[in-house]
Nanobody, 115 residues
Framework: VQLVESGGGSVQAGDSLRLHCVAS??????MGWYRQVPGKRREMVAI???????RYHDSVKGRFTVSREIKKDTVSLQMETLKPEDTAVYYC????????????WGQGTQVTVSS
């Protein structure tokens, strides 16, 4: 399994960014995005299932949108109205359809939001 992320970078508060992840090596069920700041646990940001259902961290509801292209095994995260507290390393996450509960991770991409 391989997850390759792109996007991220440094922006000002209120700006937008889009993260993109391409997965390969299996058929995937849940796919989504997590983030982590130094000294804290990795937290779920947004996830999307094969049936189209999505779930978001409360702090990003209304600002972030997760989307999948199932046939291409990709998942994207459109981030709007970014805040300094969104600064973190963002990780693409996927679980195999037939092995749910085992997490696979991308290498991580830094998102920095300045006030």
């Amino acid at each position: 399994v391989q997850l390759v992320e792109s996007g991220g970078g440094s922006v000002q508060a209120g700006d937008s960014l889009r993260l993109h992840c391409v997965a390969s090596g299996s058929i995937f069920g849940l796919m989504g995005w997590y983030r982590q700041v130094p000294g804290k646990r990795r937290e779920m940001v947004a996830i999307a299932n094969l049936d189209g259902t999505t779930r978001y961290h409360d702090s990003v509801k209304g600002r972030f949108t997760v989307s999948r292209e199932i046939k291409k095994d990709t998942v994207s995260l459109q981030m709007e109205t970014l805040k300094p507290e969104d600064t973190a390393v963002y990780y693409c996450n996927a679980q195999k359809l037939l092995e749910p509960g085992i997490d696979y991770w991308g290498q991580g991409t830094q998102v920095t939001v300045s006030s």
